[in-house]
């Protein structure tokens, strides 16, 4: 495992639609340098093309502060909407408004090859949506419905 650097906005990586996922030796090790590189980061969730490799893979931190791994994810179902703020590790310091699904279904697959699909809520589906976001090559900010000043930041 290893840590690896966190690409920033303007970097066109981060605007580039990632490719599927092979599921393989070289994924586990990049989803292990992913939980690496987030743990020392200290955020919610982190996403391939942000450390540079253009594959759809992705992990977030639920509500049990456990890992969950998303290989080639998609949203198989949505439901409801809130407005919250939101921050990004590639775009430090900027923190908006973002509308989001309440809760969302993602179809992803396991290190075994298996399907599956899993049910998140609040600030895990978000955490969900944020990354898939990136899979896409799109950025939080292409979202954002304000940004927020660091005075409202503290007070939330």
């Known amino acids: 495992m290893g840590l ?15 490719r599927e996922a092979k599921i393989d030796s070289k994924l586990f090790e990049l989803l292990d ?14 996403a391939a093309p942000q450390v540079g490799v253009l594959r759809r893979a992705a992990i977030i931190i639920d509500e049990n502060n456990e890992v969950i791994e998303l290989i080639n994810p998609v949203l198989v179902k949505q439901g409801g909407h809130i407005i919250d703020a939101e ?9 908006g408004e973002v509308e989001r699904p309440k809760s969302v279904v993602v ?29 896409n090559g799109e950025l939080f900010v292409d979202r954002v419905i304000r940004f927020l000043e660091d005075e409202e930041m503290k007070k939330k």
């Open 33 to 46: 340098d992913l939980r690496e590189t987030l743990a020392k980061a200290d955020g919610l969730g982190l």
């Open 4 to 18: 690896r650097t966190i690409l920033k906005i303007g970097d066109e990586t981060l605007t580039k639609p990632s």
């Open 107 to 135: 179809g992803t697959y396991g290190r075994d090859g298996n399907y599956r699909e899993i049910a998140l809520e609040d600030l895990t589906a978000r955490a969900a949506c944020h990354e898939i976001d990136h899979l």
């Open 87 to 95: 921050g990004c590790l590639s775009v430090p310091g900027k923190f």
